[in-house]
């Protein structure tokens, strides 16, 4: 369990940094998006290649059908999350799109009938009550800053969906024939997107795509793909808990990169979701989940 809560933080981590890249990139965010994932999957592509052979598997319908729905609601997550992320500080972006634990209950039990633990929603509660601090410290904020909390929330919604379905899926034998296809699915449709609403420039300057092959490789292959992995070994609402380290981690760094201080709501609001992970964590120690 140590292991697995240590993979865990890793990929929290590694996701958090996201924020920092998207707050410094200037290519449109359907764009930014779509090149994200396809990055992602390109990079993972030989380990798809090696799982279809070693489980005997014929590239298919059968084979990325799992992966098209949580695909599409990654894609329309990551889309909202690169507009939300650049209208608000750094710090609450990272929180509200990681406000999961509100909403996973309903959704592992409808997607995957896992009833979460009673300590494991004590410990929500606890970590939620993060989320009212932070918010307290919110109201001296723009109109601006707000509109893009609220577009942030919309995103934590679809990207809660797609974890809630990665803990569905747990039982298909192998990682990477479920996480690359969605990665190109995602960013194929991202691209889509793109497209059709916009008149997309592709960047051309070292430094953007430094940016996106940065977001591909940290937040996404080793973030999502961890988060996803977490999803099929630990139990969802403890993920989903300790997923919010993110935003501890996003403004510690928004700090040191973009120069933007954090208010005393985000220290009392941190040591709130640090109590509430490891109530969580205490929740794994009791009588072995079987799902996992």
């Given at each position: 369990m140590v292991f697995k809560v240590l993979l865990l933080l890793v990929g929290v981590y590694a996701c958090s940094t996201a924020i920092i890249m998207i707050k410094?990139?200037?290519?449109?965010?359907?764009?930014?998006?779509?090149?994200?994932?396809?990055?992602?999957?390109?990079?993972?592509?030989p380990l798809y290649l090696r799982d279809l052979r070693r489980f005997n598997r014929r590239f298919g319908v059968s084979v990325v059908k799992d992966s098209v729905v949580p695909g599409i609601l990654l894609g329309i997550h990551l889309i909202s999350w690169v507009i939300g992320g650049r209208l608000t500080l750094a710090?609450?972006?990272?929180?509200?799109?990681?406000?999961?634990?509100?909403?996973?209950?309903?959704?592992l039990i409808a997607f995957a009938r896992e009833i979460p633990k009673r300590r494991e929603?004590?410990?929500?509660?606890?970590?939620?009550?993060?989320?009212?601090?932070?918010?307290?410290?919110?109201?001296?904020?723009s109109a601006q800053t707000f509109k893009g909390d609220i577009i942030c929330f919309v995103s934590m919604l679809f990207f809660a969906s797609y974890m809630a379905l990665a803990r569905r899926y747990r039982e298909q034998g192998s990682l990477w024939l479920y996480v690359v296809p969605l990665y190109y699915v995602g960013g194929m449709f991202s691209l889509l997107i793109s497209f059709v609403l916009?008149?997309?420039?592709?960047?051309?300057?070292?430094?953007?795509?430094?940016?996106?092959?940065?977001?591909?490789?940290?937040?996404?292959?080793?973030?999502?793909?961890?988060?996803?992995?977490?999803?099929?070994?630990?139990?969802?609402?403890t993920v989903s808990i300790l997923n919010l380290g993110q935003f501890?981690?996003?403004?510690?760094?928004?700090?040191?990169?973009?120069?933007?201080?954090?208010?005393?709501?985000?220290?009392?609001?941190?040591?709130?979701?640090v109590a509430g992970s490891v109530l969580a964590i205490l929740s794994g120690r009791g009588r072995r989940d079987k799902t996992s």
């Amino acid at each position: 369990m140590v292991f697995k809560v240590l993979l865990l933080l890793v990929g929290v981590y590694a996701c958090s940094t996201a924020i920092i890249m998207i707050k410094l990139s200037t290519t449109e965010p359907m764009l930014l998006a779509g090149l994200r994932q396809l990055v992602a999957a390109l990079v993972l592509t030989p380990l798809y290649l090696r799982d279809l052979r070693r489980f005997n598997r014929r590239f298919g319908v059968s084979v990325v059908k799992d992966s098209v729905v949580p695909g599409i609601l990654l894609g329309i997550h990551l889309i909202s999350w690169v507009i939300g992320g650049r209208l608000t500080l750094a710090a609450n972006a990272s929180l509200i799109v990681n406000m999961i634990p509100a909403v996973m209950p309903v959704l592992l039990i409808a997607f995957a009938r896992e009833i979460p633990k009673r300590r494991e929603m004590a410990g929500t509660v606890v970590a939620l009550s993060g989320l009212v601090i932070l918010g307290g410290g919110d109201i001296h904020f723009s109109a601006q800053t707000f509109k893009g909390d609220i577009i942030c929330f919309v995103s934590m919604l679809f990207f809660a969906s797609y974890m809630a379905l990665a803990r569905r899926y747990r039982e298909q034998g192998s990682l990477w024939l479920y996480v690359v296809p969605l990665y190109y699915v995602g960013g194929m449709f991202s691209l889509l997107i793109s497209f059709v609403l916009t008149r997309p420039v592709f960047p051309d300057t070292p430094r953007e795509i430094l940016l996106i092959v940065g977001l591909g490789l940290i937040p996404t292959v080793f973030g999502h793909t961890i988060l996803n992995q977490s999803m099929r070994t630990v139990r969802g609402q403890t993920v989903s808990i300790l997923n919010l380290g993110q935003f501890v981690f996003a403004g510690v760094m928004g700090f040191f990169v973009l120069n933007e201080i954090p208010s005393l709501s985000f220290y009392a609001a941190s040591l709130f979701v640090v109590a509430g992970s490891v109530l969580a964590i205490l929740s794994g120690r009791g009588r072995r989940d079987k799902t996992s």
